[in-house]
């Protein structure tokens, strides 16, 4: 796990890429055409697809602008790189991979993303679909208990459980593993991490996962290509057995004929414009990152749906250019890693290490002494035999924060890594592992690691820069639909559902309003 990364290395590959996709300097008055179009979505993971099928379904004409490619599945199974043999795709503009070993790579606008910040490094998923182009798929929703601990009361936990989460879901159709699939080979690191909850007394159980479970038995079968079964999931899974939101939300927000996704387009600016509407400045680059033109839009509706990253961003650079001059000191604050940590533990047997993705159990401690936590089994390509890997996540403070680069025209990150907060959520999921290694005569291979999180969440946040409906203050027509609005965390769980169930509860409140 320490292989994580190596940053100074990295630092440098990453600046080279960045410069083919540089921040237009161009004005607004420069583009002598522009196109004007009532609604504009930036970026297309789940804050962005809720919102694109919403307005879709309204009959408002949207475009979609994501900054990544589409990943079409074939039946070739190659649609996606491997661990075993990465190449371009499985990395955003980077000479190398940054995720588990560095291999070098041709730069291509592949879908793992990383921002390497101060004291955290945190990964992103790139392309139309966004994060669940990488994601695990694991759909879970917090209790109400540990949701309050979080979000603001005015948000109503029973029309989350009772309206919003079911409506997420009934498009996402997660579903636990089969207990045949389960009972397989390839799920064997699963079944060991239960049997071990269940000797510590601790309480774990099968996660919903955004999975197709009869494609893996088609992968089992050898009726489709080996992907999920053998652990491939951080570079996409090839089988077509991820329910990626481009096969749902998206697709779903395509057919209604109004909406649009525009693909290799990078949003540089947004403004505000004349009539209270709003001017988004973006690059058009091909599949290497080159620049091939610049264009601009007009729109009466700007949802921003870049991602925690992406969206700070953006709204950064527009209040340090004075694009968007009535945002607040907010932007950029209340940010968390949800209190990701992994950890690995040594068995006495064989784990099949390797294998069996998405990660499908979880071991639920909210009554940790120390502080409520849960960890979960996942696939990682770099553990040995006979090591079992999962990851922790806490209730993170909003500690870090986001500030302006004038220089580099992006986002610097901080995290104060040995804050008080983080230290007992280190010292609480340490506590559950010897539970665990004290039934199970286990040890942790490594110290947990606390460096890296795949759960970025806030910077510009419900009551701080928004309300409570993504609206951004001082901007009615402004709206935050993503894991930007959430401060730093979502209450033990990963955090895809709370941030797709907020969505829809925005889009709700924007299509009701009366005008
Ligand atoms: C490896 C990995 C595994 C994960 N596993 C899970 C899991 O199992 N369950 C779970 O709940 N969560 C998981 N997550 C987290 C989950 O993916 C994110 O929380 C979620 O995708 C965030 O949704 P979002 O709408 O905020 O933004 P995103 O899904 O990140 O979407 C933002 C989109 O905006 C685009 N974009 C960014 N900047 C620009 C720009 N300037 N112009 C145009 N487009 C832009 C990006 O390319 C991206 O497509 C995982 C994350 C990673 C990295």
């Known amino acids: 796990m320490s292989r994580v990364l190596n940053r100074r290395r990295f630092l440098q590959s990453s600046l080279a890429a960045a410069a083919s996709v540089g921040v237009s300097t161009i004005r607004a008055s420069a583009f002598s055409t522009e196109e004007h179009i009532e609604a504009i979505v930036i970026g297309s993971g789940f804050g962005g697809a809720v919102a694109s099928l919403r307005l879709g379904q309204a009959g408002i004409e949207t475009i979609v602008l994501e900054r990544g490619r589409r990943w079409q599945i074939t039946d070739d199974g190659d649609t996606f790189s491997t661990y075993q043999k990465p190449d371009g795709r499985s990395t955003w503009l980077s000479p190398t991979t ?66 919003y989460y079911p409506r997420v879901r009934s498009i996402l159709k997660p579903s636990p593993i089969p207990d045949d ?130 969206t700070t961003e953006l709204l950064l650079r527009a209040k340090a250019n004075g694009t968007l001059p009535r945002l607040n000191d907010q932007v950029g604050k209340f940010w968390g890693t949800n209190g990701d940590g992994v950890g690995a533990v040594i068995t006495n047997g064989p784990t099949n290490p390797t294998q069996g993705g998405p990660a499908a159990t979880v071991i639920e401690h909210f009554d940790n002494p120390i502080a409520p936590v849960v960890t979960e089994q996942l696939p990682f390509p770099i553990v040995p035999e006979g090591v079992i890997a999962s990851l922790g996540q806490a209730i993170a403070k909003p500690e870090g924060y986001f500030t302006y680069n004038a220089s580099t025209q992006s986002a610097d990150l901080f995290w104060p890594s040995n804050s008080t907060n983080n230290q007992k959520n280190a010292q609480a999921l340490q506590y559950t592992y010897q539970l665990l290694n004290q039934a199970n005569s286990t040890t942790l291979a490594e110290p947990l690691n606390f460096g890296a999180t795949a759960h970025p969440l806030g910077g510009a946040t419900i009551g701080a820069v928004c309300n409570t409906y993504g609206q951004v203050y001082g901007y009615r027509n402004l709206f935050v639909v993503d894991g930007a609005l959430i401060p730093g965390s979502t209450a033990c769980t990963n955090p895809s559902l709370t941030i797709a169930a907020l969505a829809e509860r925005c889009m709700d409140r924007f299509l009701n309003r009366s005008t």
């Not at 209270?276 to 091909?286: A, E, K, P, S, V």
Request: include cysteine; hydrophobic fraction near 40%; charge should be neutral.
């Open 181 to 310: 699939i389960l009972q397989t080979d390839y799920y064997l690191s699963s079944r060991i991490f239960l049997e071990q909850a269940a000797k510590a007394g601790l309480k774990a159980r099968k996660l919903d996962m955004a999975v197709d479970w009869d494609i893996v038995r088609q992968e089992i079968a050898g009726q489709k290509v080996a992907s999920a079964i053998i652990g491939q999931v951080y570079y996409g899974i090839n089988s077509g057995a991820k329910n990626s939101l481009d096969r749902n939300y998206l697709g779903l927000a395509e057919a209604t004929g109004k909406v649009e996704i525009r693909s290799l387009h990078v949003v540089t600016s947004i403004e505000e414009s004349d009539k209270g509407r709003y001017r988004i400045i973006c690059n058009q680059i091909n599949e290497q990152g080159a620049v091939l033109a610049q264009k601009s839009f007009v729109c009466r509706y700007l949802f921003l749906a870049a991602g925690s990253i992406g």
């Open 98 to 163: 940054v995720v588990f070993d560095q291999v070098p790579i041709d730069i291509y606008t592949g879908v793992l993303d990383v921002k390497i910040g101060d004291g955290m490094i945190a990964y992103r998923g790139a392309g139309v679909g966004g994060g669940s182009l990488v994601y695990n798929g694991v759909t879970y929703q917090p209790t109400q208990e540990l949701f309050y601990q979080v979000f603001p009361r005015s948000i109503n936990y029973s029309e989350l459980d009772q309206v």
